[in-house]
């Protein structure tokens, strides 16, 4: 049964406005939460992460929110460019990492 | 240039015919791992070691083997592939204290077995 769930395949959103992507995990006892970009034919690259024991963090255009009583994590991407079309993965962690199946955003110019 | 190579890129095989797929970080990183990526499961963890000697099964160790006998190194092992396990593959590496922190990945692996 999985773990960490992107319960959306894709989104698109236009230029300039905001993203936001979408993750559920079922095991509390999960510490870590990361988010990573995934362009076609390269390796995921790190974007952001929180720790079990915040709710929220920051880094330029990107948040990620944590709401631990949902079991929910999400990503804001504000304001989007086309540049940030891509597979969104979250992913949470203890010792053992689980993916999510991605969200694949495209903005529009 | 802190990052993780992974060799080969491409490969096709035949069924049954063992391999090793090399995994290699400059980070002096504890944290090692190899994932599976399939349409529609998004990435799934094979292995992963948290240092020297120290390996674990993932959520999909099957058919699959590991060592790690140096820290820069963490090679992946098909010792009798089969069809299903045609996929990307990627390795990654992180730091690991108390948990295992954000992990940098290889640049993948496109295994192919007929």
């Known amino acids: 049964d999985q773990q960490v769930k992107q319960n959306s395949p894709s989104l698109s959103v236009q230029e300039g406005r905001i993203s936001i992507l979408n993750c559920d995990y079922t095991n509390s006892m999960f510490d870590y939460f990361l988010w990573y970009k995934k362009y076609p034919a390269e390796g995921p690259t790190f974007l952001i992460s929180?720790?079990?024991?915040?709710d929220k963090n920051e880094d330029g255009r990107f948040t990620v929110f944590l709401n631990k009583s949902a079991k929910h994590l999400s990503l804001h991407i504000v304001p989007s460019q086309p540049g940030d079309s891509a597979v969104y993965f979250c992913?949470?962690?203890?010792?053992?990492?689980?993916f999510g199946t991605g969200t694949s955003l495209t903005v529009i110019p | 240039e802190a990052q993780v190579t992974q060799n080969p890129r491409y490969l096709i095989t035949v069924t049954g015919k063992k391999l090793t797929v090399t995994c290699s970080q400059n980070?002096?990183?504890?944290?090692m791992s190899w994932y599976r990526q399939d349409p529609g499961l998004g990435l799934r963890q094979i292995y992963y070691s948290m240092n020297v000697e120290v390996t674990d099964k993932g959520d999909v160790p099957e058919g699959y083997k590991v060592s790690r006998k140096e820290k820069r190194n963490f090679p992946l092992i098909l010792e009798s592939p089969s069809p299903n396990q045609t996929s990307l593959y990627f390795c990654a590496s992180s730091l690991f204290r108390t948990v295992a922190y954000e992990q940098y990945f290889g640049p993948g692996t496109r295994l192919t077995v007929t």
């Open positions: 929180i720790s079990s024991i915040k």
């Open positions: 992913a949470a962690t203890g010792n053992q990492f689980y």
């Open positions: 980070m002096n990183h504890e944290y």
